[in-house]
């Protein structure tokens, strides 16, 4: 049974770089059906996709995080990541990584997502 | 960027009801559109995929209809488990979720 886990700093600084790495087990994440994507939530609001990537190393972001993402693939560790620069407190968020199917287009597959707080 | 717009944001209704949440696209998407059930403290959970398809294993009370810019996601008979926030998600470009709607017991 495919799990995501999410992992990294629970606390980063203002202006620094957040660091996120996703594990993919019970699956490999060379699969040519799915993409793989990063979700995040701030306290009690919605959702929002902040990019996704494939296993051969392809990307794409939301507009309007593009210009501070960057999503890479390491296929050997069954891992993706996420870093996100320049962070403000308007980052502080749950982080989630999931799996996104190709054809249709939905996140079926969730880790269970962490905390991550933007704070001095 | 395609903006996805549900009502109401939230909703009390009891068990056994029948509950309707709709989302509307600002562009036609299609049946580019999936719904999700948020439990607090959980991650989402896909329900419904190309706006009328029953994930696996997801009961058959949960229904999705629609196509275009507007879309339904039906609860037919209401159960205490199904408290939750459920999202709206296009995918016709890029990927953009709906703000959620709150649904609690009467």
């Known amino acids: 049974q495919l799990q995501l886990q999410e992992s990294g700093p629970g606390l980063v600084k203002p202006s620094e770089t957040l660091s996120l790495t996703c594990t993919v087990s019970g699956g490999s994440i060379s699969s040519s059906s799915y993409y793989w994507g990063w979700i995040r939530q701030p306290p009690g609001k919605g959702l929002e996709w902040i990019g996704s990537i494939y296993y051969s190393g392809s990307t794409y972001y939301n507009p309007s995080l593009k210009s501070r993402v960057t999503i890479s693939v390491d296929t050997s560790k069954n891992q993706f990541s996420l870093k996100l620069s320049s962070v403000t407190a308007a980052d502080t968020a749950v982080y989630y990584c999931a799996r996104l199917g190709r054809i249709e287009g939905a996140f079926d597959i969730w880790g269970q997502g962490t905390m991550v707080t933007v704070s001095s | 960027d395609i903006q996805m717009t549900q009502s109401p944001s939230s909703l009390s209704a009891s068990v056994g009801d029948r509950v309707t949440i709709t989302c509307q696209a600002s562009q036609d998407i299609s049946n580019y559109l999936n719904w999700y059930q948020q439990k607090p403290g959980k991650a989402p959970k896909l329900l419904i995929y190309?706006?009328?398809n029953l994930e696996t294993g997801v009961p058959s009370r949960f229904s999705g209809s629609g196509s275009g810019t507007d879309f339904t996601f039906t609860i037919s008979s209401l159960q205490p488990e199904d408290i939750a926030t459920y999202y709206c998600?296009?995918?016709?470009?890029?990927?953009?979720f709906g703000q959620g709607t709150k649904l609690e017991i009467k």
């Open positions: 190309d706006a009328s």
């Open positions: 998600q296009q995918y016709d470009n890029l990927y953009t």
